[in-house]
């Protein structure tokens, strides 16, 4: 049951990073949030075989809607902080025995997201860049280094080793 929570719980992240920027956005990112939202629930469906590509595919759909909406940089901020919660959520190992402690370890990963989100919203605010390209450099960068820097799956270590560090 608990692997069904956390998979819901990735789910209803991918699904409000995929619908977020939407209010902002035209016409023809509904069809891209529709995919990116296919790819969600299909991610979270599949969260047994492995397939850690799809959450990168829902962030694509929500980074393409991003770019050429008309949103302001407090919703571009919050729209980062929703992909870091979303990716989080979506790499927890499955079968996570206490899924709250999995989760806390990672609080200085969000953090860590929080300072660098307001870092880029001062910035943005003192220097005004209205560019389509930025954004979408910036949001790619986010999910490179996501698919970079964070483990993998870790096949052949238990779950508890991979929460604890140890």
Not at 22 to 41: F, K, Q
Not at 57 to 81: D, K, P
Not at 82 to 92: E, G, P, S, V
Not at 120 to 136: E, G, I, N, Q, Y
Request: contains cysteine.
């Amino acid at each position: 049951m608990r692997t069904r929570v956390s998979g819901a719980v990735a789910a209803a992240l991918g699904l409000l990073v995929v619908a977020w920027p939407l209010a902002w956005a035209p016409v023809w990112a509904y069809v891209t949030a529709g995919a990116g939202a296919v790819v969600v629930l299909g991610a979270a469906v599949t969260r047994a075989d492995g397939r850690r590509a799809w959450p990168a595919i829902a962030v694509a759909a929500a980074v393409a809607s991003c770019a050429a909406s008309h949103a302001g940089t407090a919703v571009l901020a919050a729209e980062g902080l929703f992909i870091l919660a979303y990716l989080l959520a979506a790499d927890a190992p499955a079968g996570l025995v206490r899924p709250g402690r999995w989760f806390r370890l990672q609080a200085w990963l969000g953090l860590a997201g929080l300072i660098a989100t307001g870092a880029v919203v001062a910035a943005l605010t003192l220097h005004r860049a209205d560019s389509a390209s930025l954004t979408v450099a910036g949001l790619a960068a986010a999910v490179a280094a996501y698919l970079i820097v964070l483990p993998s799956g870790r096949k052949g270590r238990n779950v508890s080793e991979q929460g604890d560090g140890r």
